[in-house]
T-cell receptor
Framework: GAVVSQHPSRVICKSGTSVKIECRSL??????MFWYRQFPKQSLMLMAT?????????EQGVEKDKFLINHASLTLSTLTVTSAHPEDSSFYIC????????????FGPGTRLTVL | AQSVTQPDIHITVSEGASLELRCNYS??????LFWYVQSPGQGLQLLLK??????LVQGIKGFEAEFKRSQSSFNLRKPSVHWSDAAEYFC?????????????FGKGTRLSVIA
């Protein structure tokens, strides 16, 4: 199956700093990428959908100025958590889908963000 | 809009016993259906999927699921549970010809396995 990587797998940062998380599709071109957030013992919450070369579409309640998403190429999307605060600590998972008809979403392994 | 219900938040099963995790979906047509497993601190692993055809789907790790259109269900089963199956299980529904539409997930069922 298709492979999606995320980097870093874990990050610890100080409050007020910004953190960038990368999501790469390694063996296919991802026309659409999705970013999810998962709180402990809860399901995945969709944050935003991004298409290569265009602005991301954010779900209701997700601050687009705080969670900057860039999908600059068909294999890379980035999520930047700006001015991070402890409440932003969470598990972030990206997912990628290829183009042409229905294609599965392939999930990255996730990034654990801890804000001190 | 599609939705997924996993009625059981937590299930405990003895090792070697059979398992059934329930999943009901709401969608106007036949959706694409998925089961994922997540171990603590890990990402999602696809167990199996249903797109069309045979309604009994075989997956990895000895899991299977059956699509029942009349009941809008896609329950996951395993005949004999192993201790390593303890994890969180998510059912998800996708829209055919989905384009930008993401998968919709259920809230998950946590499986505990006891000796």
């Amino acid at each position: 199956g298709a492979v999606v990587s995320q980097h870093p797998s874990r990050v610890i940062c100080k409050s007020g700093t910004s953190v960038k998380i990368e999501c790469r599709s390694l063996d296919f071109q991802a026309t659409t990428m999705f970013w999810y957030r998962q709180f402990p013992k809860q399901s995945l919450m969709l944050m935003a959908t991004s298409n290569e070369g265009s602005k991301a579409t954010y779900e209701q309640g997700v601050e687009k100025d705080k969670f900057l998403i860039n999908h600059a190429s068909l294999t890379l999307s980035t999520l930047t958590v700006t001015s991070a605060h402890p409440e932003d600590s969470s598990f972030y998972i990206c997912s990628a889908r290829g183009g042409g008809g229905y294609n599965e979403q392939f999930f990255g392994p996730g990034t654990r963000l801890t804000v001190l | 809009a599609q939705s997924v219900t996993q009625p059981d938040i937590h299930i405990t099963v003895s090792e070697g016993a059979s398992l059934e995790l329930r999943c009901n979906y709401s969608y106007g047509a036949t959706p694409y259906l998925f089961w994922y497993v997540q171990s603590p601190g890990q990402g999602l692993q696809l167990l199996l999927k249903y797109f069309s055809g045979d309604t009994l789907v075989q997956g990895i790790k000895g899991f299977e699921a059956e699509f029942k259109r009349s009941q809008s269900s896609f329950n996951l089963r395993k005949p004999s549970v192993h201790w390593s199956d303890a994890a969180e299980y998510f059912c998800a529904v996708g829209k055919p010809a989905s384009g930008n539409t993401p998968l919709v997930f259920g809230k998950g069922t946590r499986l505990s396995v006891i000796a």
